[in-house]
Nanobody
Framework: QVQVVESGGGLVQAGGSLRLSCTASGLTFGDYSMGWFRQYPGKEREGVSCINWSGARTYYVDSVKGRFTISRDNAKSTLYLQMNDLKPEDTALYYC???????????????????WGRGTQVTVSS
């Protein structure tokens, strides 16, 4: 079973930056695409960005394109999300997950639906 631990969230002013990390276990990390999701209160969890197994291919939803950068370190089984120019609408609980693949049609589909870490809270004040 895949287990992930997200960290790096916090409170930041609009325009600020945060770097999220996600450490995964229970899988051969370098074999899988990985993704970041976020969830607003009372809303469904939604995909934000993904990266393929090698890091050569990435995908971002339009709302974060140009501000967020996803990366990974397979030797450390760790996924990152560098978030710059943060906006109040980025305030959410952020999760990571292994994915079936990384593309427009796959970024929103975790490998193990219903199995999530605790997430890390990002709060952006205006």
């Amino acid at each position: 079973q895949v287990q992930v631990v997200e960290s790096g969230g916090g409170l930041v002013q609009a325009g600020g930056s945060l770097r999220l990390s996600c450490t995964a276990s229970g899988l051969t990390f370098g074999d899988y695409s990985m993704g970041w999701f976020r969830q607003y209160p009372g809303k469904e969890r939604e995909g934000v960005s993904c990266i393929n197994w090698s890091g050569a291919r990435t995908y971002y939803v339009d709302s974060v394109k140009g501000r967020f950068t996803i990366s990974r370190d397979n030797a450390k089984s760790t996924l990152y999300l560098q978030m710059n120019d943060l906006k109040p609408e980025d305030t959410a609980l952020y999760y990571c997950a292994a994915l079936m693949g990384c593309s427009y049609s796959e970024y929103n589909y975790p490998l193990e639906p219903g199995r999530w870490g605790r997430g890390t809270q990002v709060t952006v004040s205006s």
